[in-house]
Structures are given as structure tokens and as C-alpha cells.
């Protein structure tokens, strides 16, 4: 499955943003699939990630009640609704799935990145 991320760009505090990652391959539906995010320096870290049909879903604390993660399973695609965006949200964000069944991963599959600048 190749992950293809998008909807990243330059938002003001406060505002909102849609993030999108369409997967190839017709076995989607099988991988937990995940949000992740890194600035420069900083380790990459986990932010949010959705189970197999979308019914179950896992937050980092840091966005709980901000973020929103689900999947379109006929469109292969994974999305991350972000509201109410702080400077401290500002990061590259990754798609990424996992074979496992839990959302911590291990993560094997990643996309590219999608840059979020978030403006004070």
C-alpha cells in the first residue's frame, strides 16, 4: 500500500484544517492507519490513529477534542479534521498503517509528509 498525504498549509491560530492520505492497493480496509507529526529536531510523534472499519479511534492527549481522525474505506482514504490549531500544532504530519492490531504501531508503511504552519 502506498500512502499519498495532502491538505497541509498556512493557517492562523484558531483556524482549521483537513488532511487527507489516499492509499493504493485494494487492501486498505485491512491496516489500522495513523497520524504522526514532526518538526525539525524533535522526534516524530504519534497523533492519532483509527481501526479497521472507522467504529474505534485512539488520540495523543495533546490534540483530544481539537482533532478528529477517520477513513472512507471506498475512497482508500484516512483523514485528520484539525480545529482550534495552536503555533505548537506547526509540523510536518505523516499517514502511515499498520499490519498489527493495535495503534501504537509498529507502523511500517509511511507517506510522505504534509506541511502544517500554524501562525500566531
Known amino acids: 500500500v502506498q500512502l499519498q498525504a495532502s491538505g497541509g498549509g498556512l493557517v492562523q491560530a484558531g483556524g482549521s484544517l483537513r488532511l487527507s492520505c489516499e492509499a493504493s492497493?485494494?487492501?486498505?480496509?485491512?491496516?489500522?492507519m495513523g497520524w504522526f507529526r514532526q518538526t525539525p529536531g524533535k522526534e516524530r510523534e504519534f497523533v492519532a490513529a483509527?481501526?479497521?472499519?472507522?467504529?474505534?479511534?485512539h488520540y495523543a492527549d495533546s490534540v483530544k477534542g481539537r482533532f478528529t481522525i477517520s477513513r472512507d474505506n471506498a475512497k482508500n482514504t484516512v483523514y485528520l479534521e484539525m480545529n482550534s490549531l495552536k503555533p505548537e500544532d506547526a509540523a510536518a504530519y505523516y499517514c502511515?498503517?499498520?499490519?498489527?492490531?493495535?495503534?501504537?504501531?509498529?507502523?511500517?508503511?509511511w507517506g510522505q509528509g504534509t506541511q502544517v504552519t500554524v501562525s500566531s
Open positions: 502511515a498503517s499498520t499490519p498489527y492490531s493495535a495503534y501504537v504501531g509498529p507502523y511500517d508503511n
Open positions: 492497493g485494494r487492501t486498505f480496509s485491512r491496516y489500522i
Open positions: 483509527v481501526n479497521w472499519s472507522g467504529g474505534g479511534t
